[in-house]
């Protein structure tokens, strides 16, 4: 999705393309891809992202005298009913040498006796570029993301359909793609406003898509972190989240520089209380706008790399120092 610095080398498996859900019966191909990989390049460290990534690392890896890093950036909501990934994901974290999640809540969900090597290291979130987009204000509601059901846009989509009428002047953009795209097309039509509901696709300049926005809304059920809403609250976005879900109530001081709505109950009912209050009051944006952009400097990119040399010192070391991390580590 991102461009990267062309002074970092890239080596392609030839699995599948990149993006794409990596089919089962490459697995065996993919694991000897990264082991010859790693013993031609004997890195110092391994780090592998989400548990697709990791699982077949930690077996490539086995044996290879290099230690591994994995990184998880979902919460344990995601494994409900998932217990053959639940089972893979935890050896391989026993395999692994230490294990980096986005969110101290994240963090708190694993067993006491295994946090020692459980390590929170946000997203990083590029502050500087971001505090100037939000120039101009247009009466729009963005949201962005995968279009699967752990989203939950059917619920923003509904939401938007009870306060359109009240506010003839708003519109819907949910910026993304995925599964459930013919789906969620169908759920804009049945709501009788879909002439103000926008499904553009994916946007690799998410900076022009938060200048263009006066609320920024995330129905997630689950996240362990939520990027996007620290982008958007690093653009002078107030954003609106569930309570219930990790990433983004671990990031929003309710009512202070972000609105945290209750998951228990009727979640459109819940949604549509606070996007109604929000669209009815520039004065609250314009104060959860301004707190949100100051509130996110400790997710800098200068802490962030620090926060992964640290770690990667220690690994080598063969030592764990929660003390080098941020105190929420220590949790």
Not at 149 to 168: G, H, N, R, W, Y
Not at 223 to 247: K, N, Q, R, T
Not at 293 to 303: G, N, V, Y
Request: glycine content about 6%; some cysteine; proline content about 5%.
């Amino acid at each position: 999705f991102y461009d990267i610095n062309g002074m970092i080398p890239v080596h392609r498996l030839g699995t599948c393309d990149p993006g794409a859900s990596m089919p089962r019966s490459t697995a065996l191909s993919t694991i000897k891809g990264i082991r010859k990989i790693a013993q031609e390049l004997k890195p110092d460290v391994v780090v592998a992202f989400m548990h697709s990534s990791y699982v077949l690392t930690s077996v490539a890896l086995f044996g290879v005298k290099i230690p591994l890093i994995i990184s998880e950036h979902i919460d344990a909501a995601h494994f409900k009913g998932r217990p053959l990934q639940r089972f893979a994901s935890n050896v391989a974290f026993l395999l692994s040498a230490a294990k980096t999640v986005p969110s101290t809540p994240v963090r708190l969900e694993h067993a006491r006796i295994f946090r020692s090597k459980v390590f929170t290291v946000e997203n990083p979130v590029c502050v500087e570029s971001s505090r100037a987009a939000n120039s101009r204000e247009s009466p729009l509601i963005l949201s962005a993301g995968r279009f699967m059901e752990q989203k939950d846009f059917e619920t923003l989509i509904a939401a938007f359909a009870v306060v359109a009428s009240e506010f003839p002047e708003w519109r819907l953009k949910i910026v993304g793609d995925g599964e459930l795209r013919d789906y969620l097309e169908n759920r804009c039509r049945a709501s009788g406003y879909a002439d103000r509901i926008e499904l553009p696709g994916v946007a690799k300049n998410m900076a022009k898509e938060y200048e263009g926005a006066a609320i920024f809304a995330l129905p997630s059920r689950y996240e362990s972190f939520g990027l996007v809403v620290a982008e958007a609250m690093a653009s002078g976005l107030p954003v609106v989240a569930f309570d219930d879900c990790l990433g983004p109530s671990s990031i929003i001081n309710h009512n202070h520089d972000g609105l945290l709505v209750s998951a228990q109950g009727d979640r459109v009912a819940a949604l549509v209380e606070a996007l109604r209050s929000l669209m009815s009051d520039p004065l609250l944006r314009a104060r959860l706008g301004s707190a949100g952009s100051k509130a996110i400097d400790r997710f800098s990119i200068d802490r962030i790399a620090h926060c992964w040399e640290s770690l990667f010192m220690r690994v080598l070391e063969g030592q764990y120092q929660q003390s080098d991390f941020e105190s929420e580590n220590v949790q």
